[in-house]
């Protein structure tokens, strides 16, 4: 058995963290989170969805977080696209990296972005050709990899067969989602393992809500069969607004409380993503939902 010496972690809070609150976040507030985290050393933000403003309102500000990102030459950052509208908003945004998201079933696509498996993958085509000729590099999403709202158990064979044909299609990385944070440590490697068989296993990512508490075992589990990519949200936020009692990210905090302790590297000071966890915590008018940060203060 053996651990990666350094893992990439994915900063997701700005996005899937603030998607799923009752309250719009300011947008200054949004900018602050987002410096907040580059300062503690992150290099991987997802800071906005480019998704209809009638379906996620919370999200209905890219543009303007996008026009206050501060370019330090190091952070790179991202967007969530769905279709060529989402795509062209992002470039006119000068995002650089974007994310297209589907999933392993067909229940939780219809409510999420109202179309099938195979008809996201029709829009994700001119996207794709669209964001490679202006050099822009394409994340792909599979949600509900350990478990659907609608459909409970999913398997595994159809995560595999979802994340083959986003990294066919030309995505640099394919992240895993546990939409709704069901699964189990032996599941997810399981799940994991399969899906290396198609997509090299460094280009695969970790995204595991916390719903049970068991993301931070499950990337222990996955850690163990090579991953190495994982996603994750200060202050545990996070959520999405279509599957029912999906609560937050697996916490940065815990994270990187658990790298450190492993001896594996990932850049983040985590001290200061402690006050960046606290600060968004006190806009949201809540504790953080980390361990590490309520215990080290
Ligand atoms: P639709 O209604 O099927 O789209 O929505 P449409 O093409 O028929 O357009 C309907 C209206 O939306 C039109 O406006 C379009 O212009 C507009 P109207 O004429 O009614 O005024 N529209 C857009 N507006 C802004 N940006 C766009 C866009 N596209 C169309 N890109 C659509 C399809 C995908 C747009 C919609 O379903 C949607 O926005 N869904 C968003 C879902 C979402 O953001 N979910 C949360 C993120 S995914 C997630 O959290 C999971 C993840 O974290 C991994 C995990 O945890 O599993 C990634
Ligand atoms: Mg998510």
Same mark, same amino acid.
């Given at each position: 058995?053996? /651990?990666?010496?350094?893992?990439?972690?994915?900063?997701?809070?700005?996005?899937?963290?603030?998607?799923?609150?009752?309250?719009?976040?300011?947008?200054?507030? +949004?900018?602050? *989170?987002?410096?907040?985290?580059?300062?503690?050393?992150?290099?991987?933000?997802?800071?906005?969805?480019?998704?209809?403003?009638?379906?996620?309102?919370?999200?209905?500000?890219?543009?303007?977080?996008?026009?206050?990102?501060?370019?330090?030459?190091?952070?790179? /950052?991202?967007? *969530?696209?769905?279709?060529? +509208?989402?795509?062209?908003?992002?470039?006119?945004?000068?995002?650089?990296?974007?994310?297209?998201?589907?999933?392993?079933?067909?229940?939780?696509?219809?409510? %999420?972005?109202?179309?099938?498996?195979?008809?996201?993958?029709?829009?994700?085509?001119?996207?794709?050709?669209?964001?490679?000729? *202006? @050099?822009?590099?394409?994340?792909? /999403?599979?949600?509900?990899?350990?478990?659907?709202?609608?459909?409970?158990?999913? %398997?595994?064979?159809?995560?595999?067969?979802?994340?083959?044909?986003?990294?066919?299609?030309?995505?640099?990385?394919?992240? *895993?989602?546990?939409?709704?944070?069901?699964?189990?440590?032996?599941?997810?490697?399981?799940?994991?393992?399969?899906?290396?068989? /198609?997509?090299?296993?460094?280009?695969?990512?970790?995204?595991?809500?916390?719903?049970? @508490?068991?993301?931070?075992?499950?990337?222990?589990?996955?850690?163990?069969?090579?991953?190495?990519?994982?996603?994750?949200?200060?202050?545990?936020?996070?959520?999405?607004?279509?599957?029912?009692?999906?609560?937050?990210?697996?916490?940065?905090?815990?994270?990187?409380?658990?790298?450190?302790?492993?001896?594996?590297?990932?850049?983040?000071?985590?001290?200061?993503?402690?006050?960046?966890?606290?600060?968004?915590?006190?806009?949201?008018?809540?504790?953080?939902?980390?361990?590490?940060?309520?215990?080290?203060?």
């Amino acid at each position: 058995m053996s /651990y990666p010496e350094a893992v990439k972690i994915v900063e997701v809070s700005p996005r899937d963290g603030l998607q799923n609150e009752k309250q719009v976040i300011d947008v200054n507030d +949004k900018l602050t *989170l987002i410096n907040g985290l580059r300062a503690a050393g992150v290099k991987n933000i997802e800071v906005a969805g480019f998704v209809s403003p009638k379906w996620v309102p919370q999200l209905a500000d890219a543009k303007q977080v996008c026009a206050g990102l501060v370019d330090d030459g190091v952070t790179q /950052y991202s967007a *969530l696209t769905p279709n060529m +509208k989402g795509l062209e908003a992002a470039i006119d945004s000068g995002i650089n990296q974007v994310a297209v998201f589907t999933a392993a079933s067909e229940s939780f696509n219809q409510k %999420n972005i109202n179309c099938s498996i195979a008809e996201s993958f029709e829009r994700f085509a001119p996207v794709m050709d669209k964001a490679h000729s *202006l @050099g822009i590099q394409v994340r792909g /999403y599979v949600s509900c990899v350990l478990g659907c709202p609608y459909e409970g158990e999913i %398997n595994p064979e159809a995560v595999a067969d979802v994340a083959n044909k986003l990294y066919d299609m030309g995505c640099f990385e394919v992240s *895993l989602g546990d939409t709704i944070g069901t699964g189990t440590p032996l599941k997810a490697k399981t799940m994991f393992e399969l899906c290396a068989q /198609y997509v090299p296993v460094e280009k695969l990512a970790l995204h595991f809500h916390d719903t049970y @508490g068991q993301a931070l075992a499950n990337i222990h589990a996955c850690l163990q069969s090579g991953a190495s990519v994982i996603d994750s949200s200060v202050a545990g936020i996070g959520g999405c607004p279509y599957a029912k009692g999906a609560t937050g990210n697996v916490s940065t905090e815990n994270v990187v409380y658990m790298l450190n302790g492993m001896g594996i590297t990932s850049g983040i000071d985590l001290s200061k993503l402690i006050q960046t966890g606290r600060q968004i915590s006190g806009v949201l008018g809540r504790k953080p939902n980390s361990q590490v940060n309520h215990a080290m203060s």
